[in-house]
């Protein structure tokens, strides 16, 4: 079968309409697609063309056109000719506008406007890759989180995903025999999160990496007595720290991220 | 005014329909909202709950349930108590079924499962850590994409950005003066992007860094001589690499990204 070819349309980046199409498309297993996006398409001749271009292939339409007579351009155009679109925004804006009564701006990008929130996640994200692995614990004190745990935890991802919620999150490897930094016992235990996984998981993880690598799998650091040492070590800090302890096997980083931000209570994103 | 309570109800993490939110908020520059996520939201005794707290505050609900079931019991219960709600997900799955004549699996989580798009993601995240900073510049043969430019133009930011859509990136930072590592000279021209920005804004960031570190601002570093000698610098390795080059002046990182993505050609989003 050929792929279905999918159309973004965005004044913006269109990074919200790729965003809904990935959770759309998951629900439809067997469907392959072929995706094209067009930012930016900020005037009506830019977008005629593109329609024109989406009418040959008999294109699926996502769009997220802030200006109103854009959209309505589109979507007079998508049922001519028998078109399959779908807004990804201007119905949220009316159910907000619907409720509080007053008019939108129809100005496109204003999400990535160059506000402090934007730059509070820059500095997030240059924070979370400054005190990746432990590599600086003096800044554990200056985090809004510290993620520790043994080796493939997905620390790193994590740190980065939250990074992105505009928290300041380090992390620190947790490997037996070796001291923990003194900077982590000053730490407030609820800001300290303790990442483990299964040992059969971690076991598989291991020897794919030993492969990888060119090596033996059956090495010590696949070793499922080994792990189990390593696992112990970590739960008797956890203990000692009196943190939140998350098991990540067969969890997404979306959905540790999630527990973590629900259980501390802390606010996911920001807005403003 | 009291901010505006809004509840993001999903059966998965809640991030497409926070991203909706996100960009449809900022349509109304002077609204301010107090937002709630009930994530993982797949029962419904627990919908019942949250849909109880909704209509005590008079909520805005967002909610993406891929469970007809209940978002058919979350409409029913807003019409019934005038609340005002946005689906974010069943209309954009519906526009799919309706081109291709599949039912959808009603499967909540599915867009995180642990596949090998997941994986290349994780991968990707790791890898623009590892070279972050031309750390290692023996990375470069192995990246999608190279970053290079002048302090200040969101090499790291823009790298992680684009390991999220599962390029794996690295990134060199330019200083005159400073051996070039002979690894960039053997990486396609195709596969580098050049970063620079205008001198007022590298001046005005620059002073700022120096306030925050206690310095004074009119030193060497945020001197506009210096700063002009940086860029030109930084332009004659552009012009040698032949690549293509982006101002990152007054542009967010999900714009410069998205500029890169589709002047190069490259697909942004990985589907399956």
């Known amino acids: ?21 990935q959770t759309a498309v998951s629900q439809f297993p067997d469907l392959s697609v072929q995706v ?4 930016f398409t900020a005037t009506k001749n830019k977008l005629t063309n593109i329609l024109q271009q989406a009418n040959e292939v008999h294109a699926v339409i996502f769009h997220t056109l802030v200006q109103r007579a854009l959209s309505t351009e589109l979507i007079n155009f998508c049922q001519k000719h028998q078109l399959v679109q779908y ?6 804006i009316d159910a907000i506008k619907q409720r509080i009564h007053q008019e939108p ?21 240059e924070f979370a890759v400054t005190y990746d692995d432990g590599k600086l614990p003096a800044g554990f004190k200056q985090a ?5 745990g043994v080796s493939r935890t997905s620390k790193t991802p994590l740190s980065l995903f939250l990074a992105n919620q505009n928290f300041k999150v380090a992390n620190l490897p947790l490997v037996p025999n070796t001291k923990i930094p003194d900077e982590l016992w000053q730490v407030d235990p609820k800001k300290i999160v303790g990442l483990t996984n299964s040992p ?3 076991e598989q993880i291991r020897a794919q990496r030993m492969i990888a690598y060119g090596m033996d799998p059956a090495s010590n650091y696949s070793n499922q007595e080994k792990i189990h040492q390593e696992l112990d ?3 008797q800090i956890f203990t000692k720290l009196n943190c939140l302890v998350i098991n990540v096997a067969n969890k997404s980083i979306e959905e540790t991220a999630t527990l973590i931000t629900s259980k501390l209570g802390l606010e996911p994103a920001p807005f403003d």
Chains 1, 2 share one sequence.
């Open 1 to 21: 079968m050929h792929p279905l070819p999918i159309f973004i349309i965005s004044d913006s980046s269109g990074e919200t309409a790729i965003t809904t199409l």
């Open 200 to 202: 059969k998981i971690l």
């Open 105 to 125: 701006l129809q100005t496109p990008g204003v999400n990535h406007s160059l506000n402090d929130t934007y730059f509070d996640r820059i500095a997030a994200i």
């Open 36 to 39: 094209t996006r067009f930012p």
């Open 233 to 235: 070590f970590a739960n």
């Open 144 to 148: 809004d989180l510290v993620l520790v």
């Open 87 to 92: 807004d990804g925004l201007n119905p949220a």
